[in-house]
């Protein structure tokens, strides 16, 4: 069955500094990975998404993660983080043997200090 | 592309009310949309899969008769709430994707806060 692990709760870090989100998985087919990002009171939108082409993705808003299969993980990083995106990041991912459907992981809260 | 509007963004009404909310997919066609359901600092939690023409296929635990889903056309998808009680105040949202394949993305609704009185 597939399932996502989220390490972090919480992530703080100051404007300006790198910001690093993990991520792990588990599936038993190739899977597409996901990072959703969800703003307060808001619906959740796409940063990126990995589908078995290229292993370093890039997405919007300058950020990127990396696929590795060796170690299940698709983390997701930023050079320097920005205020604005302080939110919730959510790691999704999904594969042909759950149908259609995505598994969310439990999410990670990044608040970005002044 | 491939914006999905929700309507309403809130709703507040007295137990008993009946409550409607409309996912549309604007500019895409989507044979497929989805119902999520989020508690306060939680994940999403799916609550249905909508299928254009037929009928909902409901996750376990998720009463069919409570949560009514209703996908006419191939860019609507309605989630009905009947007779609402406090218990059911959560924010839901919706998503619709582009085609059936797994390697593609969902595109989600802003959410509905719906707030039973």
């Known amino acids: 069955a597939q399932s996502v692990t989220q390490l972090d709760s919480h992530v703080s870090v100051s404007e300006g500094t790198p910001v690093l989100l993990r991520c792990n998985y588990s599936?038993?087919?190739?899977?597409?990975l996901f990072w959703y990002v969800q703003h307060p009171n808001k619906g959740l939108q796409l940063l990126l998404k990995?589908?078995?082409?290229?292993?370093l993705v890039k997405g919007i808003n300058g950020f990127e993660a990396e696929f590795k299969k060796s170690e299940t993980s698709f983390h997701l990083t930023k050079p320097s983080a920005h205020m604005s995106d302080a939110a919730e990041y959510f790691c999704?991912?999904?594969?042909?043997?759950?149908?259609?459907?995505?598994?969310f992981g439990p999410g990670t809260r990044l608040s970005v200090l002044p | 592309g491939a914006v999905v509007s929700q309507h309403p963004s809130r709703v507040i009404c007295k137990s008993g009310t009946s409550v409607k909310i409309e996912c549309r997919s604007l500019?895409?066609?989507?044979?497929?949309m989805f119902w999520y359901r989020q508690f306060p600092k939680k994940s999403l939690m799916l609550m249905a899969t909508?299928?254009?023409?037929?009928?909902?296929?409901?996750e376990q635990g998720v009463e069919k008769d409570k949560f009514l889903i209703n996908h006419a056309s191939l860019t609507l998808s309605t989630l009905t709430v009947t007779s609402a009680h406090p218990e059911d105040s959560s924010f839901y949202i919706c998503?619709?994707?582009?085609?059936?394949?797994?390697?593609?993305?969902?595109?989600f609704g802003d959410g509905t806060r719906l707030s039973i009185l």
């Open positions: 998503s619709a994707r582009l085609t059936d394949s797994s390697n593609q993305p969902q595109h």
């Open positions: 599936s038993s087919y190739s899977p597409s």
């Open positions: 990995y589908t078995s082409a290229a292993t």
């Open positions: 999704v991912v999904s594969d042909g043997n759950y149908g259609q459907n995505f598994v």
């Open positions: 500019d895409f066609q989507a044979t497929t």
């Open positions: 909508s299928n254009e023409g037929s009928k909902a296929t409901y």
